[in-house]
């Protein structure tokens, strides 16, 4: 019993020694007496028990004070509760000053937090970078489509990294400048033989204004001939033309057929009365006959009249003569 007593005992200590060394980091209180940095043991145990740790603090204020950079524990553990990157920021501000560029630990932080590699944008300033545009195509005003495609320069603009915009609104301008610039060229032939034109015209319109980056170059990598679109959208319009003309016939000729087959009708019509009253006539005829208003040297006299008639007419019209017109 006395045995496992001690055992129990000795186990207990080893881990209240575990607790203590865990909250109290005496080696790392003594890492950084040694390295020039001021920091309390109560401070390290409060920062266990913020939930900070003390480590990384420690270790980026070992490292900001041999880079000659004067910052408080205080301000790296609140970058820290805000959510921001602490190692990645004191590396920024060492490479800012080594490179004599203006940052402070604000401007640092809130360059991180705002969700910026702030060590990425420290070296752009450093060591501009190439972006490369898609291919923009554009139509000269003789109608002929180029293709160009162009490398800019950046770098980054320190004070612009927040609340500034990205590659995309970069690309986005060049773009727009490309267009507007070989928009604006009489012919795509003055656009090939001079293609630092496009730059020029581009660079004036100060197209990094609001963004994170400053433009140092605009060079137009590669210019291809596209399609002939002005011919294209003449041959278009006259097919749209032609169609619209064949429309407006095929309307016309419509209504020419209709008013012939109403003028058939109108015809037809007209030959049916005629029909109907020449059957009236014989019973006209007859009528009189029996009225006495006709008599029978008067019916004899209109036939005389008729036969005189057509024999008329045959003499006129000889081939309708020679077919004959039977006699009532």
Known sequence: MEN????????????????????????LWITALFSGVKVGLLELVFMRIRKVPPSLIVNSMINSTKAGIDLT??????????????????????????????????QATAIDLAGRNVFEAVTTSVNPKVINTPNVAAVAQDGIQLIAKARVTVRANIKQLVGGAGEETILARVGEGIVTSIGSSTSHKTVLENPDMISKLVLQKGLDAGTAYEILSIDIADIDVGENIGAKLQIDQAGADLRVAEAKAEERRAMAVAVEQEMKAKAQEARANVIQAEVE???????????GNLGIMDYYRMQNIQSDTDMRNSIAKPEQGAQGKPRE
């Open 281 to 291: 006539i014989p019973q006209a005829i007859a009528a009189a006959f029996r009225s």
């Open 73 to 106: 524990t205080t301000e790296l553990e609140t970058h820290y509760l805000a959510g921001g990157n602490v190692p990645m920021v004191i590396k920024a501000l060492i490479s800012a000053d080594k490179a004599n560029i203006p940052l402070s630990f604000k």
């Open 4 to 27: 496992l007593s001690l055992i129990f005992l000795i186990a207990g200590g080893i881990i209240l020694l575990m607790i203590f060394l865990y909250f109290v980091p005496i080696s």
